[in-house]
Structures are given as structure tokens and as C-alpha cells.
């Protein structure tokens, strides 16, 4: 029922009628923030990208789309990995550049954790993008035939991917984690 109506939706915003795009706003916001959200890490940035995501949609309504959700969460999930990208990029710009001045002090927790978070991101850009897109959308709460859906597999394949994916993750984060002591051990 919800792909029909959003479909409908669609067309109506098509055929000039502003409400409609605000219905479809107003249904898949929440779900697309959050899959930004658990790319991104941040609120602020999750929601400028949520909006942009949004803004392609307006400014070029899909044609013949079945799967609305579908095709909003795919646009989602490649525009957190372009900010994730220049994100790491710019990171790297900046250590470069600020090797030689003095880092602010913060709690061991904080620091930490911001440790972790850029590990999980990490290892997660060194996966296929199908196998991270899988991660992200299993961890925002979709189920196997939602996930099927949008990546375009048969629901039964989506538990084997799943697993490959997870395996190539650990394996990811546990190489990430030796290289990581490894530059304790010699800096």
C-alpha cells in the first residue's frame, strides 16, 4: 500500500502539486536521516545530506519508480559514502598539515570512541558497496525483504550476503586494529 501511495505521490508532485513532495518528506525523512546517521556519526551532517538527498529528489522527480523508499535509500546511502569519502580525505589534508601543532586535550573516553567510530567508518569504505550498504540498512532496522528490494537480490541471497559482509567487515576492522597498534608501537 505505502509503495503504491508513494508512487501516486510521486506523480502527483510530477504533475506540479507541491503537497504531495511534502507527504513524501514527511514519510521517509526519519529513516533516511537515520541511515545517514549511522554513516556519518554526526546529527548536523546527517541532516544537511538527508536534505540533500531530498533536494535531488525534487529537483529531478524519478521516472516509473515502483520502490520510492527504495530509490530514496539507495541515493542515501551514496551520498553518505561521497561525504564519507571527502570526509577521510579532508581528515588526511588536515593531519598532513597539523602534524606539527599541538592537539587540544579531551577526555580519554571521547577520544576513544571518536577512535572507534573512524575505524568502523573506515573499515566499512574498504567493503564493496553492496556488502557496506547491507551492513547499514540491516543495522538501521530493514528486513531481508526490504533489503532485497533495494539492492536488487532475491530475498534468500540476503542472508548469505549478509554474513560475507559481516565476515569481510571483521576481517576489515581487525586488520584497521593491528596497523593501529603497530603505529603505537613505532611512534
Known amino acids: 500500500m505505502t509503495a503504491v501511495s508513494d508512487t501516486l505521490l510521486l506523480e502527483r508532485f510530477r504533475a506540479g502539486d507541491e503537497q504531495s513532495f511534502e507527504q513524501l518528506f514527511e514519510r521517509h ?4 536521516y537515520g541511515v ?6 554526526t546529527r548536523a551532517e546527517a541532516e544537511d545530506l538527508a536534505q540533500d538527498v531530498f ?6 522527480p524519478i521516472r516509473h519508480a515502483s520502490n ?10 551514496n551520498t553518505g559514502y561521497n561525504a564519507l569519502r571527502a570526509n577521510q580525505r579532508r581528515y588526511w589534508r588536515e593531519q598532513a598539515t597539523a602534524l606539527d601543532q599541538p592537539k587540544p586535550d ?11 567510530q573512524q575505524q568502523v567508518r573506515a573499515a566499512l569504505a574498504k567493503l564493496k558497496p553492496r556488502s557496506a550498504k547491507l551492513l547499514i540498512l540491516r543495522e538501521s ?5 526490504e533489503l532485497a528490494g533495494m539492492i536488487g537480490v532475491s530475498p534468500t541471497s540476503v ?3 549478509l554474513a560475507r559482509a559481516r565476515k569481510q567487515f571483521e576481517e576489515a576492522y581487525r586488520t584497521m586494529a593491528v596497523d593501529s597498534e603497530r603505529e603505537e608501537d613505532n611512534g
Open 29 to 32: 525523512y526519519d529513516l533516511v
Open 36 to 41: 545517514l546517521f549511522r554513516l556519518t556519526g
Open 55 to 60: 533536494l535531488k529528489l525534487y529537483r529531478q
Open 68 to 77: 520510492v523508499a527504495g530509490w530514496l535509500y539507495r541515493v542515501a546511502v
Open 106 to 116: 579531551s577526555p580519554e573516553s571521547l577520544a576513544a570512541r571518536r577512535e572507534e
Open 141 to 145: 532496522g530493514f528486513s531481508y525483504d
Open 159 to 161: 542472508g548469505t550476503l
